[in-house]
């Protein structure tokens, strides 16, 4: 996606923050016109910029209640014999480290290992956090939501690779052997600075 495609999609986002905490804070009938309103036109610049129907985007927009918040995505980081746990996605074909979307109820850490379980096969348990990102301040396809991603370090405790539903092949990779990565789930950058991580266990968790 082009810079100007990513700062349209980026006023979207902000449009669609004032739009719904609007809504959450209305005080009168022409606040919740005037916010829908506005949810409106972020509908059409998302359906414009994508080619989507402007049902869908509404939809899309429309699916948050409440105070506009970041989402959180979680990424299990587990090493064998210096090479990285990673798993390829049936959605894009490609690689990316085990995780997904932080399910409420659940903390970052029963999240990370559920989704470990759930795509890779494996049992783990979390060890430390390794880092805190903001999504939109790494080179990933831009999304309609702000999102920070939590890196977190796990080790295997039992289980066996086995595919899912959700993935095709799950497998370790060397740090000069990384498969294609799926860009809007990790970046290269990332899982490099997850090997340093290793090298260097002392160091505090990286912080957008």
């Avoid at 949810?39 to 939809?59: F, Y």
């Avoid at 899912?164 to 950058?189: D, M, W, Y």
Wanted: hydrophobic share 40%; proline share 7%.
């Amino acid at each position: 996606m082009s810079d100007a495609a990513a700062r349209w999609v980026d006023w979207v986002r902000r449009l669609q923050g004032i739009a719904q905490n609007g809504l959450t804070f209305a005080l009168s009938d022409y606040d919740t016109e005037r916010y829908t309103a506005v949810r409106e036109i972020a509908a059409e610049m998302l359906a414009a910029s994508t080619g989507a129907p402007v049902p869908v985007m509404r939809d899309l927009l429309g699916g948050d209640a409440g105070y506009a918040t970041p989402k959180v995505d979680v990424r299990g980081v587990m090493f064998r014999e210096d090479r990285i746990l990673l798993v390829r996605e049936r959605s894009d074909g490609c690689w990316t480290l085990p995780g997904g979307w932080a399910d409420i109820g659940s903390s970052p850490v029963e999240n990370v290992v559920r989704e470990i379980r759930e795509e890779a096969g494996f049992e783990a348990r979390a060890v430390r956090l390794l880092a805190v990102l903001d999504r939109g301040k790494h080179p990933h396809p831009p999304l309609p939501f702000h999102v920070y991603k939590l890196f977190i370090l796990c080790e295997i405790t039992g289980g066996q690779a086995t595919p899912s539903p959700e993935t095709a092949a799950v497998s370790f990779f060397g740090e000069s052997e990384l498969p294609e990565l799926s860009l809007g789930r990790v970046t290269a950058a990332q899982i490099r600075r997850m090997f340093e991580h290793l090298r260097n266990p002392g160091w505090p968790p990286d912080l957008d």
